[in-house]
């Protein structure tokens, strides 16, 4: 019986082989050398996304069998010979498809350039890690001007006023990366340092899972921008739009009179190549130059400015035309000395003046980090309001060298220099002596209106709220930033280069000078007559400065292994971290019982420690573990797993502030650094499945778990002054957690060289003890309940996020429908849905009482609730918008000439920005006579809290600002802007 059954299950086996083999097909085909038409041994042959793959025999012939019906992408390699894509290849049941190509020879290169015959993929199906490149003509097609714009397209990402925010993560912990070198400032907080325009990108790469361990200081996911190179013929482009017709036409709601000119030159460098050899002189290789500007100015969506925008660190006002100004420029040099061996090197520089306080985001003070407009200041008076200028600064020299058909080595050095400057408006930091009242929160606003009470007596009214005293911005800050590194990597294959090994390291030196005032005015002298001068030795109300030269740096490595469709790529990242000489002498005399220190003498001591010394600094150093998996479950269904640990070092202003016991800061609660914060850490999982359900249609499905830890926060700690008495100061600790988790499932799709779009779809949470580092600190100063352990969502959560867009190009022989016009042209249209912005409800307790008549039958109180599990718990109006963007091009000669329209926010939709957290929505517009006003004082939809004027209660005590009238609480209306394009 049990041979029977044997039996049994062998036919039953053999008989699903057969019909195995009659359900599947086959490829086949010949690999020879293209220039010999020599037969090639061994060359691998393999079908992208499955576990099939085959090499060439003697006869170099191959082929893999029981392939089910499919199209699938091909790809061919073999050392020596350049990497060939061979996409769309159909299989059918029962048939062989044949598959012949000839290999043209290839020197091994960074690039790893990969030869695509067909359509380009739409995406890699094999990827481990989570990313989205956009491409030069993704980025001509969307109506984007800056890095920012491009990375707001992809899944998982999210803007706003704020910053961007990639899977939960907070603005500043996004890396930002160009050609190879980080371009952030490692003291403004924003996420971006230099700024370049949409005419320097070559590409966008967003990584936003998965990322490797080449990059550094990254918890969040990284930006790397690819910038252009000159080619073999002269290339060079113009644009210029603008919503104007040549002024500030503001009745026009659509104007926000901005204009945007970039310019571009590429192509071989004519001395080297011609002027030279006219003079007998000849150099080896080939010399490639490409440079670009762009000058953008605008007045901005709030349609409010000021009379002349004025900085302390430029010359004349001529770069700063309007309310915000941004000038970019980038020269690159690059020297194929011959193939294999390359010299490339660039200097790119961007300026930017505005009066946006996002350009110096660093503590995130405010409880709910806020849109950058200074609407205090808005009534007539942004010329006292705060302007900042950044000034970025790169350059680099790269050296590219293959060494073997199975080797290469770069060699990268750069220097970044940033400098951001926040004035009052251009004006100096303080006055030559106190001459009158500066601070503008403490001036009696006017005019004053009369407010009868009873017949004993009149009140007088408070001002509109706005400051419009001649008071001036209470913050200076200057800081500059020079960061020089060096950086090299050596890739080796092997085993026919089925096995990659990448190792390398950075070394960053770093100089960093830090200075920040506010009220610079208290300790200014004050003339009391002709020959008396009253002077103090104050600076401001608040002061830190300090000069600081940090070093830190990494070894890393990465081992890319493929075996049987399985690509794992498993590595690491040692960092070490040395805050330098400054500090390590401040610990020495915290130590000392003879000198006095601002430094607990129990943190001095465990910062000796946790540090180790080497050549005279103290060094921490950290271990970064990477994982990226991907592996087939079926023809064309990729499973990937990642899992990696990155950390990011505390702002320096966390560390060094106050350190000094020369220069301390008089205010009531200074700032005291601690030298011994730990790197805050970034531990990611992501699995996935990938489907290339066609060569046009692809289906993305992952999850994320994110767990942050050692965030900086605060508390307050007593240490004595250079007298001995005891003094409060603010003191950063490694205390706060978050975690963010979601699922995100995308879908691309193609249809010819006509249509071509996707759409995602992200559910997430980000949660964690406070939103800003200083949370805590607020609190204990509000004497609130603070809830150390209670998880809640963190200001900038949006559980739904939805984006899609879609791109229409016709550019063929006839026109559309037979109508010339029809022809030539690209659509580009976008649109986002999501939850909208979170924040705190508050609850009603009551009346105020009647100025007149002391009866609580007044204005409504509400309160904040003070349940820990409360803070942002609620979601405001969910966000939607629409971007849309058309051009029109035709062709003389060489030369394209394009007209475009550009309109965001197409549907002109109102998304809250800032949320009225009575109501739970927008802030709404009130009526301007006083009776309309009177009428809508039983309707709750219009109740404010009690930090906002109301205007249906007329009081005397009331001076607070009318949030309702702030341009910015809301997103960007529709915006219209037109233009022209030549491209030669």
């Keep these: 019986m049990k041979r029977f059954n044997l039996i049994l299950l062998l036919f039953t086996l053999l008989g699903t082989a057969s019909v195995w083999a009659q359900n599947t097909g086959s490829i086949s085909g010949t690999i020879t050398a293209d220039e010999t038409e020599e037969l090639l041994i061994g060359v691998n042959v393999r079908i992208v996304g499955t576990s099939f793959g085959s090499a060439t025999n003697l006869d170099g012939e191959y082929v893999i069998r029981n392939i089910r019906p499919g199209q699938y992408n091909i790809e061919i390699t073999y050392v020596g010979f350049e990497t060939v894509l061979l996409t769309g290849i159909q299989v059918e049941a029962g048939e062989t498809t044949e598959l012949n190509y000839a290999l043209r020879e290839q020197v091994l290169s960074a690039e790893e350039e990969v030869i695509v015959v067909g359509e380009a993929p739409i995406f890699d199906v094999e990827k481990s890690s989570t990313s989205s490149t956009i491409s030069r003509s993704d980025i001509e097609a969307a109506p984007i001007q800056k890095v920012e714009d491009a990375v707001a397209l992809q899944s998982g990402v999210v803007k706003d006023p704020t910053g961007l925010y990639i899977k939960g993560g907070r603005a500043y912990e996004t890396g930002y990366v160009v050609d190879g070198v980080s371009a952030q400032d490692p003291l403004a907080g924003t996420g971006f340092g230099l700024d370049l325009g949409s005419n320097s990108f070559s590409n966008v790469e967003v990584i936003t899972g998965g990322v490797g361990a080449e990059y550094g200081d990254v918890t969040s996911g990284v930006v790397s921008v690819q910038t252009r190179d000159g080619g073999d013929r002269y290339e060079g482009s113009f644009s210029h739009k603008r919503d104007n017709f040549g002024s500030n036409v503001m009745s026009h709601e659509s104007n926000f009179f901005e204009d945007v000119y970039e310019l571009s030159i ?3 460098e004519p001395i080297t ?4 050899p006219l003079a007998g002189l000849n150099i080896p290789g080939d010399v490639y130059f490409f440079a670009t500007g762009q000058f953008a100015t605008a007045d901005g969506y709030t349609k409010l400015s000021a009379d002349q925008i004025r900085s302390s660190i430029v010359d004349n006002d001529f770069w700063s035309p309007r309310q915000g100004n941004r000038w970019n420029g980038m020269m690159k040099l690059t020297y194929n000395i011959k193939p294999g061996m390359r010299l490339q090197g660039a200097y790119q520089r961007s300026l930017t003046i505005n009066q946006n306080t996002r350009m110096l985001q660093i503590t995130g003070a405010d409880t709910q980090i806020q849109p950058g407009f200074q609407f205090a200041f808005s009534n007539g008076f942004l010329d006292n309001a705060n302007t900042y200028t950044h000034d970025s600064n790169l350059s680099y020299l790269k050296w590219t060298h293959t060494i073997s058909q199975t080797a290469f080595y770069e060699v990268q050095a750069s220097r970044l220099f940033t400098r951001l400057r926040a004035d ?4 100096n930091w303080r006055p030559e002596n106190v001459d009158g009242e500066f601070d503008p929160g403490s001036i009696n606003t006017y005019p004053g209106e009369e407010f009868q009470g009873t017949d004993d007596f009149t009140y007088v009214l408070a001002g509109p709220g706005y400051i419009n005293n001649g008071g001036i911005a209470t913050l200076w800050h200057d800081h500059f930033a020079e960061e020089l590194t060096l950086k090299s990597s050596l890739t080796k294959y092997f085993n026919e280069r089925n096995n990659q090994l990448v190792f390398g390291f950075e070394m960053k030196f770093n100089d ?32 830190d400065a300090w000069r600081v030269k940090p070093t830190r740096g990494a070894f890393f490595i990465t081992d890319k292994i493929r075996y049987n469709g399985l690509i794992a790529n498993i590595g690491g990242r040692f960092e070490y971290w040395s805050p330098g ?8 005399e915290a130590l000392d019982p003879n000198t006095y220190s601002t430094i607990p003498e129990f943190i001095a001591q465990d910062y000796l420690d946790e540090t180790t010394e080497i050549f005279g600094n103290r060094y921490k150093f950290i271990f970064l573990p990477k994982v990226n998996v991907s592996f087939p479950v079926r023809e064309n269904q990729v499973l990937f797993f990642n899992y990696g640990h990155s950390a990011r070092i505390p702002h320096p202003r966390f560390v060094y502030a106050g350190l000094d016991p020369f220069y301390q800061d008089q205010s009531d609660l200074p700032n005291l650094g601690n030298p011994n914060l730990d790197r805050e ?23 994320f778990w994110r767990d942050k830890y050692d965030f900086v926060t605060s508390e307050l700690i007593t240490v004595p002054d250079i007298d001995g008495r005891p003094t409060t100061k603010a003191f950063r600790i490694n205390g706060d957690y978050a975690r963010s988790r979601g699922v995100e499932v995308s879908y691309i799709k193609r249809y010819k060289d006509l249509l071509q779009g996707q759409v995602s779809f992200t559910y997430s949470r980000a949660e964690g003890l406070s939103s800003t580092n200083d949370d805590n ?6 004497r609130q309940n603070v809830g150390n352990n209670i998880e809640t969502p963190l200001a900038w959560d949006r559980p739904f996020d939805i984006k899609g867009n879609i791109r229409f190009t016709y550019d063929r022989d006839e026109p559309l429908f037979d109508l010339n016009p029809l022809n030539q042209f ?7 849905w999501r939850s909208g912005q979170r924040y705190t409800p508050y609850e009603f307790v009551g009346f105020e009482r009647n100025p007149v008549t002391g009866v609580r039958d007044w204005r409504p109180i509400y309160e904040r609730l003070d349940d820990p599990a409360q803070r942002y718990s609620e979601v405001g109006p969910a966000w939607f918008y629409m971007d849309f963007n058309i051009r029109k091009w035709f062709e003389v000669n060489d030369t394209r000439i394009a007209a475009f329209l550009e309109i965001t926010n197409i549907l002109n939709n109102q998304s809250s920005v800032i949320i009225n957290p009575v109501t739970g929505k927008g802030y709404k517009n009130y009526p301007s006579d006083q009776s309309s006003l009177i009428a809508l004082r039983d309707n709750r939809s219009y109740d404010v809290p009690n930090s906002v004027r109301d205007p249906r209660y007329l009081d005397p005590t009331d001076n607070n600002l009318p949030a309702y009238e702030n341009p910015a609480n809301y997103l960007e209306q529709r915006h219209i802007v037109f233009g022209v394009s030549i491209n030669f």
Excluded at 515 to 540: C, H, L, M, Q, Y
Excluded at 827 to 832: D, E, I, K
């Design 266 to 268: 590429g192509g071989p």
């Design 273 to 276: 190549q011609k002027l030279l």
């Design 424 to 427: 009052a408006n251009g004006r």
């Design 512 to 543: 960093y000078q830090w200075i920040d005032i506010t009220r610079p005015w208290i300790g200014a002298p004050i003339r009391i007559d002709e020959n008396t001068v009253s002077e103090t030795f104050r600076v401001g109300e608040s002061f």
């Design 581 to 588: 000489s400054y500090v390590d002498e401040r610990v020495k």
């Design 681 to 703: 850490i970034d531990i990611s999982y992501e699995i996935g499945l990938r489907n290339q359900i066609t060569a046009n249609d692809a289906l993305n499905v992952s999850a």
């Design 777 to 782: 600190l607020n609190a204990i100063n509000a």
């Design 826 to 832: 690209q659509m580009f249209l976008s649109a986002v």
